[in-house]
């Protein structure tokens, strides 16, 4: 029985991708997840997440990442649908790795409609959806970790060229830079959310 976990990376984020990753295992290979020290992702320090990421991969079957891009991310804020697309890219995840099972952790609400959409939109795939799901399901944390490391290495990317912190709105470096950006350019680089509250306050006030 392939048992899938998916999850995502940098949602709250002012600037950079959205990650959602996915794997796929058989069910009885769970455990080995479990004993290399696989958990929610939020727990680890950034060194242990690459470790992790490297040797999840040699137990998996399968896996899938995908990246969501800040233009796309603002046209589904504009529309009120954030939750939508983070479904519909969960769905692709799920229709790659076509297990017999998916555990998802809920961005929405409602963690069971969120199920019952990407089931939908996956031709119907067994989905269990839960909050926090990837501190109770090993299968969860392990897509986690590769959200997560997938994610900072992108933000690292950004960081050759802009001091801009960790990329959240909590983060005054991050602030600090959107905020100089604009003052000087008037314009944000493509790799900035422009949808986000933070962002429309920031140029509204400058």
């Not at 990442?65 to 649908?81: G, T």
Request: aromatic content about 8%; some cysteine; glycine content about 4%.
């Amino acid at each position: 029985m392939q048992i899938c976990g998916i999850d995502d990376a940098g949602r709250g984020s002012m600037l950079g991708p959205l990650v959602i990753a996915g794997i796929s295992l058989d069910k009885k290979n769970l455990k080995q997840l479990s004993s290399i020290g696989v958990k929610d992702s939020k727990k680890l320090s950034p060194k242990s997440r690459e470790d992790l990421y490297k040797k999840i991969l040699k137990i998996v079957d399968d896996y899938y990442i995908v990246k969501i891009s800040p233009k796309s991310i603002d046209a589904s804020v504009k529309n009120h649908c954030l939750n939508n697309l983070e479904a519909k890219y969960m769905a692709k995840v799920v229709l790659k790795l076509n297990p017999d099972m998916s555990y998802v952790d809920s961005c929405d609400v409602n963690p069971t409609r969120f199920g019952l959409e990407i089931s939908k939109m996956s031709g119907h795939h067994k989905i269990k959806s839960y909050h926090y799901a990837d501190s109770k399901f090993v299968v969860v944390s392990a897509a986690s970790i590769l959200a997560k490391v997938t994610r900072d290495r992108a933000i690292m990317k950004l960081r050759e060229d802009h001091h801009l912190g960790s990329g959240y709105p909590s983060d005054s470096v991050t602030v600090k830079f959107v905020m100089n950006y604009y003052k000087v350019n008037h314009v944000l680089p493509n790799f900035v959310r422009k949808s986000w509250k933070p962002v429309k306050k920031i140029i509204l006030n400058n």
